[in-house]
Structure formats: structure tokens, C-alpha cells
């Protein structure tokens, strides 16, 4: 008999703990955001990681009643504005809109003063479509035929800097297909200008960037360094399909960890409403494809 009574004084006992639970989980979601909060853009304003930022921080705002707003920290390849998250409290009010490079290769190379697990995902809302471009007259039409010119002819690439994903993805295809740049440039923007002063012969760019040359076609490109082919490209091969190399670019949002997983969600669920909007629509079919939410 006393058993039982034990026995049902612990079933008792994790009941109540599960609703005590369930109800403290509800009741954080119920109230976040209780306060500001400030959606950290490492970039300066007007790419596509920023312009997406804020249709989800206007939509947190339309959703919460509670004012959302994107402030744009560029400095250090991103990573001042990566810091500044990771120094945040852990309860949603700072949401870093990073690329990968600020926890991965910004890590590894011992440029940030924090771990790669100082931030959890809520999840990845764009494979930023990132390019291969050349001048229209350039005398090749597809990564093999750069190869092959290249092993003859000196071409030049224009990159964004050493330490940024995109160039070492550039570069260890170069290598696979058998062929080196003969020089290379960093440039804090790669646009039709670079290709049409011969700056560089090849840029690792954004179709942002370069949109008014492809609807004049006074530039073609070469591959996609995205997840599938670009909507507004389709007839270009990712890089993957060319070179096996399935790396993609992607931005997404990121919280301090130790943030509670109710507000991870109720992040996740205005993000992936806003990016249902019809704006992020026609963004979509503007400048190439991405992922709604891709939840990591």
C-alpha cells in the first residue's frame, strides 16, 4: 500500500512539474518581446540580408504591438556586428542577421572574440545568390571554358576580400577544374562598372549588384553558388552541378544562446510569415530564389 502511495505521489508530483512546465514555456512566448528589439544587420543598409531584415522586423512590430528595428553594424568582416549579438542577454531582444561566414570561416581564422556556439539558429531565410559574372564579349560562356582559356591567358578575379567564403569557394573551384587566377582584387563593391573597366575579368558578386548589366546583357554568368538554380537564371548551372562543390551562402537569424526555445519559435514563426509577403515575392522573382525559413 505504501507504495502505491509512493508511487502515485511521484506521478503526481511529474504531473505537476509537466504542467508547471508547459505553463512557464507558454507563458514566455505569451510575453515576448516585453521590451525593444533590435534586429543587428553586420552590413551597411540596402543588400539583400538587409532589405529582408526589415520586412521581418516590421512584421515583429505589426505582429507584437512592440517596436522592431534594424540597425546596421558593418566593421570587421561582419564581425563587430556579430559581437554585439553575442554580448546580448539571451531572451530575443538583439537578433544578429548573419551570413556564414561570421560562424564559420570568421571563427576558424581567430577573427571573432567569440565561439561558433555562442549563437543559436532560428533559421535560414535566404541562399543569397552569389554569381560568376564576365563581360558579355568574354570568350568564354561556362566555368569549363574559363578553365580552358585560363590555362593560356591571364584572367584577373574581383573578389570581396581574403577572408570571405565566396573567394575560398572561387578559388578551390579554380582548383578542381585544374586552372589559376593570374591576379585577384579585393573590392568593397563588385558591380557592372569593375567588368566594364577591366578592373577585373571575373567577379564573385551578387546579381543585386549587377542587375542592370544582365537586363541589358552587357554581362553574362557563368555559375550560381546557391542551392538550386537561380529563378531568373535558370539556364545557369550551380557551382555544385559543375564542380561538385556544394557549398551555398546563405544569411539567416541568429540569438544568443541560452535564449529559451518559445521565443526561438515565435521568431521563427514571424520571420516565416513575413517572408511569405508579397514584397519578399517579388524580390524573389527579381533577383533569384531562396529559402522561406529553413529551420537549423
Known amino acids: 500500500m505504501k507504495k502505491q502511495i509512493s508511487y502515485a505521489l511521484k506521478v503526481i508530483a511529474a504531473s505537476t512539474l509537466l504542467i508547471s512546465t508547459v505553463a512557464s514555456t507558454v507563458s514566455i512566448a505569451a510575453d515576448y518581446p516585453n521590451r525593444p528589439v533590435k534586429f543587428i544587420v553586420p552590413w551597411p543598409p540596402g543588400d539583400l540580408e538587409d532589405v529582408l531584415t526589415r520586412v521581418i522586423a516590421e512584421e515583429m512590430s505589426k505582429e507584437t504591438g512592440v517596436p522592431a528595428s534594424v540597425v546596421n553594424k558593418p566593421g570587421g568582416g561582419g564581425v563587430l556586428g556579430a559581437t554585439t549579438v553575442a554580448q546580448s542577454r539571451p531572451d530575443g531582444s538583439v537578433i544578429g542577421s548573419f551570413v556564414v561566414d561570421l560562424v564559420t570561416s570568421q571563427v576558424v581564422g581567430g577573427n571573432a572574440p567569440y565561439a561558433a556556439d555562442a549563437f543559436v539558429p532560428v533559421g535560414i531565410f535566404l541562399d543569397y545568390p552569389f554569381v560568376l559574372a564576365v563581360k558579355s564579349d568574354a570568350p ?8 580552358e582559356y585560363a590555362k593560356t591567358h591571364d584572367v584577373s578575379l574581383g573578389h ?19 586552372f589559376k587566377f593570374a591576379s585577384d582584387s579585393a573590392f568593397d563593391a563588385l558591380d557592372c562598372s569593375v567588368l566594364a573597366n577591366g578592373d577585373a575579368d571575373v567577379i564573385n558578386t551578387t546579381t543585386q549588384q549587377i542587375l542592370p548589366c544582365l537586363d541589358s546583357k552587357d554581362v553574362k554568368v ?11 537564371l535558370p539556364q545557369v548551372p550551380t557551382l555544385n552541378e559543375e564542380t561538385g562543390i556544394s557549398q551555398t ?10 535564449t529559451p526555445q518559445p521565443i526561438i519559435d515565435k521568431i521563427a514563426a514571424i520571420a516565416e510569415t513575413a517572408l511569405q509577403s508579397p ?13 522561406v525559413l529553413d529551420k537549423r
Open 160 to 178: 570581396f576580400g581574403y577572408e570571405a567564403t565566396p573567394t575560398a569557394i572561387t578559388f578551390q573551384a579554380a582548383k578542381k577544374l585544374g
Open 222 to 232: 557563368l555559375s550560381s553558388y546557391t542551392f538550386k538554380r537561380l529563378s531568373i
Open 249 to 258: 551562402l546563405w544569411n539567416g537569424l541568429f540569438v544568443k544562446k541560452g
Open 140 to 147: 568564354y560562356s561556362t566555368l569549363t571554358e574559363l578553365a
Open 279 to 291: 514584397d519578399v515575392l517579388k524580390l524573389q522573382e527579381k533577383y533569384g530564389g531562396w529559402r
